[in-house]
């Protein structure tokens, strides 16, 4: 079954320290991840995408097949960081097409302390 | 560019009445998307429409329609709001499987 999980409901860290949100993902294909944010009461946004392999707000995140996962880390948080993060996984298809809709974790929530 | 609008923001609602929540977006997008978003739930589909005129049920369908009116715009009818439909809801769309969706800013239901 095609499953996205995000073990930390909520994650506490200092201004400064490192942070690391995990997600591991289960899907016997090759998937298209995703990362998005939700600052307090509003809308989603798109924060970055595996394939772009690029760092958004200091943010990246590493693919591991082997594990299954996609943590998403930064350095030195912010406290500008607070926010809910949401892993998100894209089935894909042999052919690199799509196999159904984005399925979402249940999120974790960061709260970045002064 | 506005992307995805959504309206109403807020609304409350009485037990049985029924209400239609729009989404349009202007990205000539295929498929679109309606969400509702619960404490410990995190996000759960609804309904999607992968092109115009097609619509299929999500994971929590029951309690809702959905109307694909043309490419732009779909929108989520409650017919008889009950409680347990009080949430907050999205719309999204999507340009393609490596893109992502799009979200609407979000509607805030409440049904007393």
């Known amino acids: 079954a095609q499953r996205v999980t995000q073990p930390e409901k909520l994650l506490s860290v200092f201004k400064g320290a490192p942070v690391e949100l995990k997600c591991n993902y289960s899907?016997?294909?090759?998937?298209?991840l995703f990362w998005y944010v939700q600052y307090s009461r509003q809308r989603l946004q798109l924060l970055l995408r595996?394939?772009s392999r690029e760092s958004i707000k200091g943010f990246t995140a590493d693919l591991n097949k082997g594990e299954t996962s996609f943590h998403l880390k930064k350095p030195f948080a912010q406290e500008e960081d607070s926010a809910m993060y949401y892993c998100?996984?894209?089935?894909?298809?042999?052919?690199?097409?799509?196999?159904?809709?984005?399925?979402f974790g249940k999120g974790t929530k960061l709260s970045v302390k002064p | 560019n506005a992307g995805v609008t959504q309206t109403p923001k807020f609304q409350v609602l009485k037990t049985g009445q029924s209400m239609t929540l729009q989404c349009a977006q202007d990205?000539?997008?295929?498929?679109m998307y309606w969400y509702r978003q619960d404490p410990g739930m995190g996000l759960r589909l609804i309904y999607y429409?992968?092109?115009?005129?097609?619509?299929d049920k999500g994971e929590v369908p029951n309690g809702y329609n959905v109307s694909r009116l043309n490419k732009r715009e779909f929108s989520l009818r409650l017919e008889s709001a009950a409680p347990s439909q009080t949430s907050v809801y999205f719309c999204?769309?999507?340009?393609?499987?490596?893109?992502?969706?799009?979200f609407g800013s979000g509607t805030r239901l409440t049904v007393v």
């Open positions: 595996h394939i």
């Open positions: 999204a769309s999507e340009q393609g499987a490596y893109y992502g969706y799009t």
């Open positions: 998100a996984l894209s089935p894909l298809g042999g052919n690199g097409g799509s196999q159904g809709n984005l399925i």
């Open positions: 429409s992968a092109s115009e005129g097609t619509t």
């Open positions: 990205m000539n997008h295929n498929s």
């Open positions: 899907y016997s294909g090759s998937p298209e």
